[in-house]
């Protein structure tokens, strides 16, 4: 009998059922290269397995049901299982039929089954691999790490190229960005940034599917997404939220301190005409009756947004609606860039293009108006008392954020005379502001 090295003694079991067509068949080979890559076992039967992933077909309604009766089988004879295939891109339907199944996937999602096989019965230890922490290489420093949910664009914004070189909207599944985050979280991680290039198209191109985080069915839609990350217990913050409707229901997530109250949204320009050009949703009125309601819901409300100066065809009268948009909005965070026409966007072939000293011009009055705009939101946070987390030291001072503050974009929060560790959420007393950044006083814990 040969003899099982330490590593195989510790290895999971995992049992296969591979059901319908070649591709699904290769599909099944790939997930079986992948488990003994790290390091599984394949257990031939039921009762030697920890875990049976099986791999379904959907393609006749016999199939389906094959499917289905495999799955049952499988659950009765074993317990723990791991469906995915085709049918499986039906989550609903499989768990309608078997609803204690671990995990639904469709087909090609490799990495979704071992997120749910590593759920079960974690890798065993290779001396190699395991150089690399759970929660991978990061090159942020310790204390916050962005979170990327999805890859590409659907929208086609005339002044972008992004669709062109990263392709339409594709959603990483919701079982691995959660684990990610859960590792994150776990790795010491305080702040979570949510990154994509829309990130509240999450889940649009997969239908909102179901996953599975630690067993448990979650949508792939970005309010149920930022509900399971608030239940990590660190602050969470949403970079590049496009402005659709449904944006609308993460306020109260806001507002119940799920999420931070932060939104970093942009809404690149306020003239309608403008807008249409731009190819972006051209309401400004409709988007400060949003912001209103937004700011009723959760009064606490960071809203950050970018604007453009400068845009084909921009007349003083189209910039002076900017002004008078964002005079009215009071936005907390405001960036601002001249029109650049980026090679191979459509917005270049646009006539009346804008002079560039004209554009610079625009762009200065622009944050001038929002300077004043700035200083008072932050001239009203004096004498408020607020979490801070630390993020630097500097001689005799400690750098640090509020909720307000995304990191490198936004403002900090200076505490002098204190000399605190990074990674720190400590309460201060706001003393003085400018137009960008707060100044405070540690509050002693009494
Ligand atoms: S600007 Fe943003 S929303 Fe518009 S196409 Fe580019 S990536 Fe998509």
Same mark, same amino acid.
């Given at each position: ?29 790939? =997930?079986?290269?992948? %488990?003994?890559?790290? +390091?599984?076992? &394949?257990?031939?039967?039921?009762? #030697? @397995? $920890?875990?049976?992933? /099986? ?15 495999? =799955?049952?089988?499988? %659950?009765?004879?074993? +317990?723990?299982? &791991?469906?995915?295939?085709?049918? #499986? @891109? $039906?989550?609903?339907? /499989? ?34 691999? $395991? ?316």
């Amino acid at each position: 009998m040969s003899q099982m090295s330490p590593n195989q003694a510790d290895a999971g079991r995992v049992g296969m059922i591979s059901l319908g067509c070649p591709k699904a068949l290769v599909d099944s080979e790939r =997930i079986i290269t992948q %488990l003994r890559t790290e +390091g599984y076992q &394949i257990s031939p039967d039921y009762e #030697g @397995a $920890d875990v049976v992933v /099986v791999n379904t077909c959907g393609f006749i309604d016999s199939a389906v049901e094959e499917s289905l009766d495999a =799955i049952g089988e499988a %659950l009765q004879e074993n +317990g723990k299982v &791991i469906v995915t295939g085709c049918l #499986g @891109a $039906d989550s609903e339907k /499989v768990l309608e039929a078997h609803p204690d199944v671990l995990a639904v996937s469709g087909p090609h999602a490799y990495e979704e089954v071992m997120t749910a096989v590593h759920d079960v019965v974690k890798p065993p230890h290779d001396p190699f691999i $395991d150089l690399v922490p759970p929660q991978g290489i990061k090159l942020t420093p310790k204390h916050y790490a962005y979170l990327k949910i999805s890859e590409g664009c659907n929208h086609r914004c005339s002044f972008c190229i992004i669709p062109s070189m990263r392709g339409d909207l594709v959603t990483r599944s919701i079982g691995e960005v959660m684990q990610e985050a859960e590792n994150l979280a776990k790795s010491g991680v305080k702040e979570l940034l949510v990154v994509s290039q829309d990130t509240s198209a999450y889940g649009l191109d997969v239908k909102y599917q179901t996953g599975f985080w630690n067993g448990r069915p979650i949508k792939s839609h970005i309010q149920q997404l930022s509900e399971a990350l608030g239940e990590l217990g660190i602050w969470v913050r949403l970079h590049y939220v496009y402005p659709y409707p449904h944006v609308d229901k993460l306020i109260p997530l806001m507002a119940e301190g799920k999420i931070l109250p932060y939104l970093d949204i942009p809404f690149q320009h306020a003239s309608h005409r403008i807008l249409k050009d731009m190819r972006r949703p051209a309401h400004a009125e409709k988007v400060l009756d949003r912001i209103k309601i937004w700011r009723d819901i959760c009064p606490d409300i960071t809203i950050r947004s970018t604007f453009i100066t400068g845009f084909p065809g921009e007349t003083e009268e189209d910039f002076q609606t900017l002004l008078d948009f964002i005079q009215e909005a009071k936005l907390s965070r405001v960036g601002c860039f001249t029109y650049s026409p980026v090679e191979g966007a459509t917005a270049n072939d646009l006539p009346n293009h804008v002079p560039e000293d004209e554009k610079q011009d625009r762009l200065e009055r622009f944050m001038e108006v929002q300077a004043d705009i700035s200083a008072e939101i932050l001239s009203s946070r004096i004498g408020q008392r607020m979490t801070v987390l630390t993020d630097d030291v500097a001689e005799d001072l400690t750098i640090a954020r509020s909720k307000m503050d995304a990191p490198e974009i936004d403002g900090v929060v200076y505490l002098e005379g204190e000399m605190l560790e990074p990674g720190q959420f400590v309460e201060v007393d706001i003393t003085h502001a400018d137009e960008h950044d707060l100044w405070g006083k540690l509050v002693e814990p009494s």
